[in-house]
C-alpha cells in the first residue's frame, strides 16, 4: 500500500515509523517526510481479533504489541526510521503491578459489564457535574466506568499504574511510564479547562492519583528503544519513541488537509467521529444535552465532537453474512445500495442494540419494525439503509456542533477509511449541504508521522503539517446535490433533524 502521489516511498528526507492499531487491524506504516514530499508505505499489517473468556471480552494485547515489533523489524529490513510513535483508540488501558507487569487481558470497551458502574460513579459525582469538569460525551465505556466496574477486584487491588493501550505498548518498547493528553482526555478523569488530570474528581471517586502516570504531549521525547526491542526488530538502540498524538482520532484531525477556518471533519471508520477544532472547550449544559465531547488534539486544540456508530455496521453485517456461508465484496454491496430505492428504511445508528458484536442485519431489520418501517428486503438495500442513516446521523452532529459553539461551516473534511466510500461521501454531501473533501484515507498514519517529523524540526507547526498533507495526497470533492426537503423529511422521521 502507498499512500500518496508517489508510487514508492522517496530516497530523500526523513523516515518515521507509525504503528497504527485500530479495532480490528493494526499496521506499522513507514512515512518518510522531505521538502514538499510525504509518502507513506505500509510496512506489515497484522489482525485485531479480541478474544472472548468466561469472565468477559478482551484485547489480545501481547498479539498486538508482537505484531508491533514484527513492523519494526520490517521497517528496519526496509531502511530503518529515525523515530517510532504509537496510536490506537481509546478509552481501554492495561494495569501494572508494583513490579510493572501487566495484571491480565486489558477489557474490549464493547464489553458489557462497564454498563453497570455507569450509576455508582453518577451518584458519587452526578453527570452535569462531571461533564462541567470533564467536558466528556457520555459512553457507557469510558474509562472512569471501567475503573468503576473493577472495584473490589483483585486485580485492581494489586495495580500501581493504569496505561492506556499506546501508553502501555510505548512502555514495553522503551520502559517508560506515561499518559498522552490526547488519550488521557477521553477517560473522565482529564479537567478539560486545565488540560490535566482532575485531582478533585480522583479525589471523590477513589481513584489512586499515583494510579494514574504523568502527562506528556505530542512532540515529547517518550525513550529510546529497549535493548532487547532493538535486538529483536534490527532497529538501533538510539532510536528514539516519540510521543505521538496517541488517539487515533486525535492524529487523523492534526492531518486534515484544512488551509483555512470554516471546516467540519468526520474521521470515518469503525466509528464516525464528526465535529470542530476550537481553542477552549465548550462546557455548556446544551453541550452536554447534546453529548458532544471536549478532547484534546495537537498543540491543545480542542477535538469537540460527537461519536456515532460508523461503518462498524457495514463491516459487521459483512461478518455476519460471510459466516452465514454469503461472503459479499464491499464493491458489490455499494452498487447495489446505490440502485436501492432512497430513504427506504432508515436507523439511528447508535441506538444501544447496534453496540455489541452479533447479527447487524437482525437487529436492523428489527428497529424497523419497533418504529413502524418496513425491513430492508435485500442487503443492498440494507447497505443504502446504513449509509444514508450515517450521513444523517453527520448531518446533524456537524450542525448542532456549529450551533453550540457559534462556528459557521463551509465545507466538511472526512478522512480515514470511510473516505474511500464515494457512495457515502457523496450521501455526506447531499444531507449537510456542504461541500465534502475527502481524504487522505491514511489521515491517522499521516498525523502521527507528521508530529514525529515536527519533533525532529522537519515541519514547522500544525498548519505546515496540513498544508504538506493537502499539497501531497489525494482528495477528492464532491458537492452537495439532491433533494434538501427529501433529506429534511428523513431527518425528522428518524429524529436526526
Same mark, same amino acid.
Given at each position: 500500500?502507498?499512500?500518496?502521489?508517489?508510487?514508492?516511498?522517496?530516497?530523500?528526507?526523513?523516515?518515521?515509523?507509525?504503528?497504527?492499531?485500530?479495532?480490528?487491524?493494526?499496521?506499522?506504516?513507514?512515512?518518510?517526510?522531505?521538502?514538499?514530499?510525504?509518502?507513506?508505505?505500509?510496512?506489515?499489517?497484522?489482525?485485531?481479533?479480541?478474544?472472548?473468556?468466561?469472565?468477559?471480552?478482551?484485547?489480545?494485547?501481547?498479539?498486538?504489541?508482537?505484531?508491533?515489533?514484527?513492523?519494526?523489524?520490517?521497517?528496519?529490513?526496509?531502511?530503518?526510521?529515525?523515530?517510532?510513535?504509537?496510536?490506537?483508540?481509546?478509552?481501554?488501558?492495561?494495569?501494572?503491578?508494583?513490579?510493572?507487569?501487566?495484571?491480565?487481558?486489558?477489557?474490549?470497551?464493547?464489553?458489557?459489564?462497564?454498563?453497570?458502574?455507569?450509576?455508582?460513579?453518577?451518584?458519587?459525582?452526578?453527570?452535569?457535574?462531571?461533564?462541567?469538569?470533564?467536558?466528556?460525551?457520555?459512553?457507557?465505556?469510558?474509562?472512569?466506568?471501567?475503573?468503576?466496574?473493577?472495584?473490589?477486584?483483585?486485580?485492581?487491588?494489586?495495580?500501581?499504574?493504569?496505561?492506556?493501550?499506546?501508553?502501555?505498548?510505548?512502555?514495553?518498547?522503551?520502559?517508560?511510564?506515561?499518559?498522552? *493528553?490526547?488519550? #488521557?482526555?477521553?477517560? !473522565?478523569?482529564?479537567?478539560?479547562?486545565? @488540560? &490535566? $488530570? %482532575?485531582?478533585?474528581? +480522583? =479525589?471523590?471517586?477513589?481513584?489512586?492519583?499515583?494510579?494514574?502516570?504523568?502527562?506528556?504531549?505530542?512532540?515529547?521525547?517518550?525513550?529510546?528503544?529497549?535493548?532487547?526491542?532493538?535486538?529483536?526488530?534490527?532497529?538501533?538502540?538510539?532510536?528514539?519513541?516519540?510521543?505521538?498524538?496517541?488517539?487515533?482520532?486525535?492524529?487523523?484531525?492534526? *492531518?486534515?488537509? #484544512?488551509?483555512?477556518? !470554516?471546516?467540519?471533519?468526520?474521521?470515518? @471508520? &469503525? $466509528? %464516525?467521529?464528526?465535529? +470542530? =477544532?476550537?481553542?477552549?472547550?465548550?462546557?455548556?449544559?446544551?453541550?452536554?444535552?447534546?453529548?458532544?465531547?471536549?478532547?484534546?488534539?495537537?498543540?491543545?486544540?480542542?477535538?469537540?465532537?460527537?461519536?456515532?456508530?460508523?461503518?462498524?455496521?457495514?463491516?459487521?453485517?459483512?461478518?455476519?453474512?460471510?459466516?452465514?456461508?454469503?461472503?459479499?465484496?464491499?464493491?458489490?454491496?455499494?452498487?447495489?445500495?446505490?440502485?436501492?430505492?432512497?430513504?427506504?428504511?432508515?436507523?439511528?445508528?447508535?441506538?444501544?442494540?447496534?453496540?455489541?458484536?452479533?447479527?447487524?442485519?437482525?437487529?436492523?431489520?428489527?428497529?424497523?419494525?419497533?418504529?413502524?418501517?418496513?425491513?430492508?428486503?435485500?442487503?443492498?438495500?440494507?447497505?443504502?439503509?446504513?449509509?444514508?442513516?450515517?450521513?444523517?446521523?453527520?448531518?446533524?452532529?456537524?450542525?448542532?456542533?456549529?450551533?453550540?459553539?457559534?462556528?459557521?461551516?463551509?465545507?466538511?473534511?472526512?478522512?480515514?477509511?470511510?473516505?474511500?466510500?464515494?457512495?457515502?461521501?457523496?450521501?455526506?454531501?447531499?444531507?449537510?449541504?456542504?461541500?465534502?473533501?475527502?481524504?487522505?484515507?491514511?489521515?491517522?498514519?499521516?498525523?502521527?508521522?507528521?508530529?514525529?517529523?515536527?519533533?525532529?524540526?522537519?515541519?514547522?507547526?500544525?498548519?505546515?503539517?496540513?498544508?504538506?498533507?493537502?499539497?501531497?495526497?489525494?482528495?477528492?470533492?464532491?458537492?452537495?446535490?439532491?433533494?434538501?426537503?427529501?433529506?429534511?423529511?428523513?431527518?425528522?422521521?428518524?429524529?436526526?433533524?
Amino acid at each position: 500500500m502507498t499512500s500518496s502521489a508517489r508510487s514508492s516511498v522517496s530516497p530523500a528526507g526523513s523516515a518515521f515509523a507509525a504503528a497504527d492499531l485500530g479495532a480490528t487491524s493494526g499496521r506499522v506504516v513507514l512515512g518518510r517526510v522531505g521538502a514538499g514530499t510525504l509518502d507513506l508505505v505500509e510496512a506489515h499489517r497484522f489482525a485485531n481479533t479480541p478474544v472472548r473468556l468466561p469472565g468477559g471480552l478482551h484485547w489480545d494485547i501481547l498479539a498486538l504489541h508482537q505484531g508491533v515489533l514484527d513492523g519494526l523489524r520490517e521497517v528496519a529490513r526496509l531502511g530503518g526510521a529515525d523515530s517510532v510513535g504509537i496510536d490506537s483508540w481509546a478509552v481501554d488501558h492495561g494495569l501494572l503491578d508494583a513490579d510493572g507487569e501487566l495484571l491480565g487481558n486489558p477489557r474490549h470497551y464493547r464489553d458489557q459489564r462497564f454498563e453497570g458502574a455507569v450509576g455508582a460513579v453518577l451518584d458519587v459525582v452526578p453527570a452535569a457535574e462531571l461533564y462541567r469538569v470533564t467536558g466528556l460525551q457520555h459512553l457507557p465505556f469510558n474509562t472512569v466506568f471501567q475503573l468503576a466496574a473493577a472495584r473490589g477486584t483483585a486485580q485492581l487491588a494489586a495495580a500501581r499504574r493504569m496505561l492506556l493501550i499506546p501508553d502501555l505498548l510505548v512502555h514495553w518498547l522503551t520502559g517508560s511510564v506515561g499518559a498522552e *493528553a490526547t488519550n #488521557a482526555s477521553t477517560t !473522565g478523569l482529564f479537567d478539560a479547562a486545565a @488540560g &490535566t $488530570w %482532575s485531582g478533585e474528581l +480522583l =479525589e471523590r471517586l477513589g481513584v489512586a492519583r499515583d494510579l494514574l502516570p504523568p502527562l506528556r504531549f505530542p512532540g515529547d521525547p517518550a525513550g529510546t528503544l529497549l535493548p532487547d526491542v532493538a535486538a529483536y526488530t534490527g532497529l538501533p538502540p538510539a532510536t528514539p519513541v516519540v510521543t505521538v498524538a496517541s488517539h487515533d482520532t486525535a492524529s487523523a484531525v492534526a *492531518a486534515v488537509p #484544512a488551509t483555512g477556518p !470554516g471546516f467540519g471533519y468526520i474521521s470515518c @471508520g &469503525t $466509528w %464516525s467521529l464528526a465535529g +470542530l =477544532e476550537l481553542d477552549a472547550p465548550v462546557l455548556t449544559e446544551q453541550s452536554r444535552a447534546a453529548n458532544f465531547t471536549n478532547e484534546r488534539g495537537v498543540d491543545g486544540t480542542i477535538r469537540y465532537l460527537r461519536n456515532t456508530m460508523g461503518l462498524w455496521l457495514l463491516s459487521e453485517s459483512q461478518r455476519t453474512w460471510a459466516a452465514a456461508g454469503r461472503p459479499v465484496e464491499l464493491g458489490t454491496l455499494l452498487r447495489e445500495a446505490a440502485a436501492a430505492r432512497p430513504f427506504a428504511a432508515l436507523i439511528d445508528p447508535d441506538a444501544p442494540e447496534f453496540l455489541p458484536p452479533g447479527d447487524i442485519p437482525a437487529r436492523i431489520a428489527d428497529f424497523c419494525v419497533r418504529t413502524g418501517q418496513r425491513p430492508p428486503a435485500d442487503r443492498g438495500a440494507l447497505v443504502r439503509c446504513v449509509l444514508e442513516s450515517l450521513a444523517l446521523a453527520h448531518r446533524a452532529t456537524l450542525r448542532r456542533a456549529a450551533e453550540l459553539a457559534g462556528r459557521d461551516l463551509d465545507r466538511v473534511h472526512l478522512v480515514g477509511g470511510g473516505s474511500r466510500n464515494e457512495l457515502l461521501c457523496r450521501l455526506t454531501a447531499d444531507a449537510t449541504g456542504l461541500p465534502v473533501i475527502a481524504g487522505p484515507t491514511e489521515a491517522t498514519a499521516l498525523g502521527n508521522i507528521l508530529v514525529q517529523a515536527r519533533a525532529h524540526g522537519l515541519v514547522r507547526d500544525l498548519p505546515a503539517m496540513r498544508s504538506l498533507v493537502a499539497a501531497t495526497q489525494p482528495l477528492r470533492r464532491y458537492e452537495p446535490g439532491g433533494d434538501r426537503s427529501a433529506w429534511r423529511s428523513a431527518a425528522a422521521r428518524v429524529g436526526l433533524a
